[in-house]
């Protein structure tokens, strides 16, 4: 059973461009979540999709946006990019969403960097 | 909001020892889950072991077991045994019994030593 596929796995990036990444979750799981994880303030949810619909969101600019596809695949987007968004992107996939889930799936995330 | 809280940036152990990574949280809720995620240098996440709030009984999973003390909020991961591929990032991590949203705390880094 493939895991969680992450793509691209390193990209570079000049301030003000946007950049879009890709996550494919495991087969069947429905629910893909999004974490940025830098060095100063650790991992931090983004957002999360379920069945195509926004179903939660962290605290970050309207910058950072997401969508998920019919086939579960989802992919975010960050417009205006900052030196500050230069991060590590992980994607993770669950089967459901909140009640009665049990675990996500982490994939190997897309190292980001601004310059 | 729930908070996550690590107190170990750092921690040592020689292989075949046992170690002791801690762990405490902040919730008002009553159903929720406790993970151990370990991030080795590939950087993936990978879950150790997995706690339901509602269960009394500590977690186990070969060598890594967990002390879960609800009243207290602390989940420790005990790792028996410690291998040199044990050496990674360690996040403690709570989720809602409601979402699919992880928060995470700040991580403790496990060196593994002959």
């Known amino acids: 059973k493939a895991g969680v596929t992450q793509t691209p796995r390193y990209l570079i990036k000049t301030r003000g461009q946007q950049v879009t990444l890709s996550c494919s979750p495991i087969s069947g799981h429905r629910s893909v979540s999004w974490y940025q994880q830098t060095p100063g303030q650790g991992l931090q949810f983004l957002f999360e999709y379920f069945s195509e619909t926004q179903r939660n969101k962290g605290n970050f600019p309207g910058r950072f946006s997401g969508r998920q596809f019919s086939n579960s695949r989802s992919e975010m987007n960050v417009s205006t990019l900052e030196l500050g968004d230069s991060a590590l992107y992980l994607c993770?996939?669950?089967?459901?969403?909140?009640?009665?889930?049990?675990?996500?799936?982490f994939g190997q995330g897309t190292r980001l960097t601004v310059v | 909001a729930q908070t996550v809280t690590q107190s170990q940036p750092e921690m040592s152990v020689q292989e075949a020892e046992t170690v002791t990574l801690s762990c405490t949280y902040d919730?008002?809720?009553?159903?929720?889950?406790l993970f151990w995620y370990k991030q080795p240098p590939s950087r993936q996440m990978i879950l150790v072991i997995r706690q339901e709030a509602y269960k009394q009984q500590n977690a186990t999973e070969n060598r890594f077991s967990v002390n879960f003390q609800k009243a207290a909020k602390s989940f420790s991961l005990k790792i028996s045994d410690s291998q040199l591929g044990d050496a990674a990032m360690y996040f403690c991590a709570y989720r809602s019994g409601t979402a699919s949203k992880l928060t995470f705390g700040t991580g403790t880094r496990l060196q593994v030593t002959l």
């Open positions: 919730t008002s809720e009553s159903d929720y889950y």
């Open positions: 993770a996939s669950s089967l459901n969403s909140g009640f009665g889930e049990r675990e996500a799936f």
